[in-house]
């Protein structure tokens, strides 16, 4: 048995917004030790892995899973990590490295729009936040500067801001310039703010158009947790990989006072803090906090009043597919440049989700390959067939917002558990009207774009299946009241006074934005809760 | 059957006397009159002679040329796709030998193939897809069993490489994607 | 006499006419000439106040600290006149009458006309802010460290001439001289040096390693300096580091052009070129010339299946990105195939770039792979490159990585002087206790 490790301040999970937060703390003098389950990697090693991979549509195939911190794979065929309770299936997709799940995003960079804070107030459907968008306004600009995110100014009109955007926004490809002006005016397509250098910043070149942004950048000018880890360790952090945090300890009054880990070699190691932070994403934090169940705390920590691990949120996407009136060669530049910002907030959020509408410039060569293969042509008309459509075919997908439902929530599974002996997730997880009506208004839009674009074979996803976005939320929901939260609006959990989650989980509605932007802005209040300046 | 049975001695022993030999043209002769499934038979039997793999070799590229069309099929590439696709499936080489007696060597279009192919053996029937996918897409196999055999230099992205370049690799400096597609 | 007097003229002011000498003009004028000598390449660090020192510039002998030359009073030049401001730009010494290292290439600006030493001083007197605050003290290690040294160096190698124009060439030409001998200084970087590290003059930018950077042979041989290149690929290549043909400026050259070199006249830019493209053409060092196998990668498959070479896997996972999984470039990144960069007799500046990567001011950013690649990394995946893509004959080893990465070899004078010192101590030590000995013997005689 090691000895036992000490630090000011031990991070459990070394993603994004845990980099962070570990920075920041470390910044302002504290020793910071971040424990990650799984292992470093090298990006150069991900994408050789990458374009060796036979699954290249497996955004997680690059990396490397591993039996000791495994994480849910679903190509060639479901590895029954998270079991599914149902109704509907949550198949999340997420990594357990060092640099966590951006390694492989696009680095989507909205802020939440300010009446996603009080939803239920404006609304009368889901809840409030414990903040306003005004108390989290200048975090979110602090995190903008750690990411280097680049943007329009247009987005002010729907995110306030009380500085401009680091960087301005990426070029366009001729594939968003057609859309942007056939759509016009009917609908404002703008180019999505993003943490994608437009410019070099913070020592990574500006984008040179991979279209590879997942699964992996292979020059760095996206920032992921990858970049957060290195800044981490640049200001202090310590990183200790392989290191799969099973259980907190606390004492008589619930103060949390060690972290016990297994390493690979299945020893188990203790480390103690004054303070703890979770940070390793909205189902494994709810994990940990289960599997330290104790007398004092039977129903798991941070979890007197049953909160954790419910009102799990996502964003149901659904996807509509067609061939552009001119070659348009989706393919240049990066994965997502675009999207319709217009349908996020508006009354009909008292009746149906709000959206955002995305349109993808993925490459469509390997799709339209598969399609004319299937459809049995050979040579030639292969050929032309894939040179007609990879030149046409593009798609867009709307991101709906999901509310929050107890009864969608994640737990411990009764029978899996990993080769370290410990229970996998269970995730019982349903879409509920509000959606549905959601994706009927979407459905309208979508006529109308098929419509303004000339659009021909267009085919949508069927109908009631979605798929999900990994941003997952509303597992540890922050709120003023303990009863119906599992944290306070700094991230600290209620039950236990050194306690604190930075994470996606945190927010109590999943709203129409991806989350890790408003996570980081979290974490990095969280950080300064911590150091007592909120 | 009767006559496969017999001629299988005489090939064993011609084999034996040719198996050290350089005189891979004498074997490939002789093979090339037998059924496909006694030549897999062989080729289980005797490892040695089998592995050498000029007879697949030259009957996958033989119906690779009805199925691909314009495009230049290397030997390395298809000596990668074969080794790729046999590595998982000791029936590959059969199953070849089978397809070309059934299709030739000439270019098929569509029609003509799915006529050729009517009330064949269905995994038979299966492989111009696997075989195409294996050239166009690089990938040989499917499901677990699937194998990268190339990425860059496969056909679906040679086809629109004046247009594109492979996902990870780059466009071109910034901002040089907002000009037309030419 | 007439001609020479308007070619002079037309050298300091660019075939504009001789305008009244006010100060303003002046100040711009100086402004535009301190633009073109690249003072700012040394005289302005990283990130700092223009021409406020500080900035350590690496020598194989040690570093050299450029001096705060803003008008400061107490920390700059302000205090000098514009005899001493020549004196240190045209002799290489300081108004205290300390002798400057020629890293100053006052060698170069020794030829500058009286009138532009003029625009300068005003420049840096009128033009250029105060920074109150003192540079770092150069400290090379004995005998370099005396100041004093360089007298004898500058009798040996200091032609205190100005500028003459050369009447049997165009005015073109000789305004293209001027900038590149008074200004540009391109043969302190350019020309190869002797063992004392003076420029050799029968070799006039034929090419020389500057410890880690190699700067190419730029005279007019078609095999091994610029002879190919059309004058049109020169002036390219100066105003914005491509000549569009395969070649791309790096390193020191790269900062020359982003600093100095874009920010010229287009027709002076244009006379820079007529002067270069006349070079009289030298060999140099030639490379070997291997250039016959490079051809594009052909595809794939090794990488796939596990049989490709260090090399090639470095290449793919380092270069194939941007450079392309054949070697190709396009849409402005540069290809590696027949690039200039793989045609030299050196591999230093391809292991250079592959370190520090390529920053220029605008355009997309190559970045540094130091912290990636080991030294040993750097030299296969160099060598995968000369060999694929450019001149076979060109290899290098992981020890020269090494020593690439730690600023380049040290100067021979380093160790010559170092044991020189030793020598000089075991001789004094002998004299000093030859001397005791004599001195005890004399006494004991006369006790």
Not at chain 1, 26 to 53: C, Y
Not at chain 1, 298 to 325: E, I, W
Not at chain 3, 326 to 354: E, F, K
Request: proline share 6%; with cysteine.
């Amino acid at each position: 048995m090691a000895d036992t490790l000490s630090a000011d301040v031990i991070v459990v999970g070394a993603g994004l917004v845990a980099a962070l937060t570990a920075r920041k703390l470390a910044l302002a003098g504290k020793s910071v030790v971040m424990l990650e389950a799984g292992p470093m990697i090298e990006r150069d090693q991900i994408v050789q892995n990458f374009r060796r991979s036979a699954w290249k549509g497996d955004d997680d195939k690059p990396y490397p899973n591993s039996k000791f911190a495994p994480f849910p794979d679903y190509t060639p065929e479901d590895n029954g990590y998270l079991e599914q309770l149902g109704p509907y299936p949550y198949p999340a997709m997420y990594l357990r490295v060092v640099g966590g799940t951006t390694w492989h995003w696009a680095a989507q960079a909205w802020r939440l729009v300010p009446n996603a804070f009080r939803l239920k107030s404006a609304y009368d459907v889901g809840r409030d936040w414990p903040i306003s968008y005004e108390d989290l306004e200048p975090f979110y600009h602090e995190a903008e500067v750690l990411w280097g995110v680049s943007g329009p100014d247009e987005m002010a009109q729907y995110s306030p801001r009380s500085k401009p955007f680091p960087m301005p926004p990426v070029a366009q490809s001729f594939l968003s310039q057609t859309v942007v002006n056939r759509l016009k005016p009917q609908f404002e397509v703008l180019t999505n703010t993003t943490g994608r250098n437009s410019q070099p910043y913070d020592g990574r070149p500006q984008c040179c158009g991979n279209n590879n942004c997942m699964p992996i950048c292979p020059i760095d000018a996206q920032y992921t947790g990858g970049s957060a880890v290195v800044q981490a360790q640049a200001a202090g952090v310590k990183v200790i990989p392989q290191a799969v945090v099973y259980k907190l300890d606390h004492d008589a009054q619930g103060k949390i006072t060690a972290v016990h880990y297994y390493d690979w070699n299945k020893q188990s190691h203790k480390a103690v803090a004054e303070t703890y932070v979770l940070g390793a994403n909205a189902l494994e934090i709810p994990k940990i906090l289960f599997m330290s169940a104790s007398d004092k705390f039977p129903n798991g920590l941070a979890n007197n009043y049953d909160q954790v691990g419910r009102n799990l949120m996502d964003h149901p996407s659904s996807k509509c597919t067609f061939l552009a009136d001119e070659p348009i060669w989706a393919g240049r530049g990066p994965q997502s440049p675009i999207s319709i910002q217009q349908m996020r907030d508006g009354d009909f959020r008292k009746d149906h989700s709000a959206f955002r509408l995305d349109f993808s410039n993925g490459s469509q060569v390997t799709a339209v390959t598969e399609q004319g293969i299937k459809q049995g042509l050979t040579g030639d008309a292969l050929d032309r067939f894939i040179r007609e459509r990879a030149a046409r075919q593009m798609s867009m997908k709307n991101v709906l917002e999901q509310l929050p439902d107890p009864d969608n929530r994640v737990m411990l599974s009764k029978t899996k558990k990993d080769a370290l002996g410990l229970p996998t997730p269970a995730i019982a997880y349903s879409i509920n009207d509000y959606v549905e009506r959601g994706m009927d208004a979407t459905h309208e839009v979508y006529q109308q774009i098929v419509e303004l674009m000339g659009a021909t074979e267009v085919r949508y996803s069927p109908k009631g299946k979605y798929s999900n976005n990994q941003h997952i939320c509303g597992t540890l929901a922050m709120g003023d009241d303990e009863k119906t939260s599992v944290t306070d609006s700094t991230g600290r959990a209620h039950a236990h006074e050194n306690l604190y989650m930075v994470s996606t989980g945190v927010m109590p509605t999943v709203a129409t934005a991806n989350s890790t932007l408003t996570a980081s802005a979290l974490g990095l209040r969280t950080a300064a809760a911590i150091l007592g300046q909120v | 059957m009767l006559r496969e049975r017999r001629a299988f001695p005489r090939l064993w022993y011609k084999m034996r006397k040719y198996d050290d030999g350089p005189t891979g043209a004498t074997r490939r002769v002789v093979l090339k009159g037998m059924t496909s499934l006694a030549g897999a038979s062989l080729a289980g039997a005797m490892p040695g002679w089998a592995s050498a793999a000029n007879p697949v070799q030259s009957d996958f590229m033989a119906v690779s040329k009805a199925l691909v069309g314009q495009h230049k099929m290397t030997a390395a590439y298809g000596d990668a796709l074969v080794a790729a696709f046999a590595k998982n499936d000791p029936k590959f080489g059969a199953k070849v030998s089978a397809l070309l007696k059934l299709i030739g060597s000439e270019p098929v279009d569509a029609d003509t193939l799915k006529a050729k192919l009517a009330g064949a053996d269905k995994d038979v029937a299966a492989l111009p897809q696997a075989i195409l996918t294996g050239w166009y897409l690089g990938i040989a196999g499917s499901g677990k069993d699937a194998i990268c055999v190339a990425y860059a230099s496969n056909f679906a992205n040679q086809t629109v490489a004046d247009v594109l370049r492979p996902q990870s690799y780059a466009y071109g400096a910034y901002g040089s994607w907002s000009a037309k597609p030419v | 006499m007439k001609r020479t007097f308007a070619l002079v003229t037309a050298l300091i002011l660019g075939n504009a006419t001789l305008a009244a000498a006010q100060d303003g003009d002046l100040v711009s004028q100086g402004k535009y000439l301190a633009t073109a000598g690249d003072c700012a390449a040394c005289h302005t660090a990283d990130g700092g106040k223009p021409f406020a020192g500080g900035k350590a510039i690496a020598t194989p002998i040690g570093n050299i600290v450029a001096s705060n030359i803003t008008p400061s009073k107490q920390d700059g030049i302000g205090s000098w006149t514009e005899q001493d401001f020549a004196r240190a730009l045209r002799r290489g010494v300081r108004k205290d009458g300390a002798n400057l290292y020629p890293a100053m290439p006052y060698t170069s600006y020794a030829k500058l006309t009286d009138e532009d030493v003029r625009a300068l001083y005003i420049y840096f007197m009128k033009g250029v802010k105060p920074v109150d605050r003192a540079s770092k003290k150069t400290e090379l290690p004995f005998p370099f460290s005396v100041r004093a040294s360089m007298m004898g160096w500058n009798l040996l190698f200091l032609d205190h001439k100005t500028f003459t124009p050369d009447p049997s060439k165009s005015a073109e030409w000789n305004r293209g001289a001027y900038l590149a001998g008074a200004l540009a200084h391109c043969s302190t970087c350019h020309t190869p040096r002797n063992a004392l590290m003076a420029e050799k003059s029968g070799e006039l930018m034929a090419g020389a390693s500057l410890g880690t950077w190699y700067a190419p042979n730029i005279t007019s041989d078609k095999d091994h300096g610029i002879g190919t290149w059309s004058q049109a690929e020169i002036g390219s290549y100066l105003s914005t580091g491509r000549n569009g043909a395969g070649s791309q400026a790096g390193g020191p050259m790269l900062e020359a052009i982003d600093k100095s070199l874009s920010k010229l006249k287009p027709a002076d830019i244009k006379a820079l070129a007529v002067y270069v493209k006349s070079l009289p053409a030298k060999a140099g060092t030639a490379a070997p010339g291997q250039t016959g196998a490079a051809a594009l990668l052909h595809d794939d498959i090794a990488l796939n299946n596990g049989t490709a070479s260090a090399g090639e896997t470095l290449y793919d996972s380092s270069c194939a990105t941007c450079h392309g999984a054949n070697g190709q470039g396009g849409h402005g990144l540069p290809a590696l195939l027949r690039n200039a960069a793989v045609r030299r007799p050196t591999a230093d500046n391809v292991s250079m770039t592959i370190l520090t990567g390529l920053h220029p001011t605008d355009g997309q950013v190559m970045p540094p792979f130091a912290g990636r690649l080991n030294d040993a990394q750097v030299a296969t995946l160099t060598n995968f490159v000369f060999k694929q893509f450019g001149d076979a004959g060109v290899q290098t080893t992981a020890a020269r990585v090494t020593q690439l990465r730690n600023g380049g070899a040290p100067s021979p004078l380093l160790a010559i002087a170092q044991y020189g010192v030793i020598a000089a101590g075991v001789v004094i030590l002998l004299v000093i206790l030859a001397l005791l000995a004599w001195g005890i013997s004399r006494r004991r005689r006369t006790a």
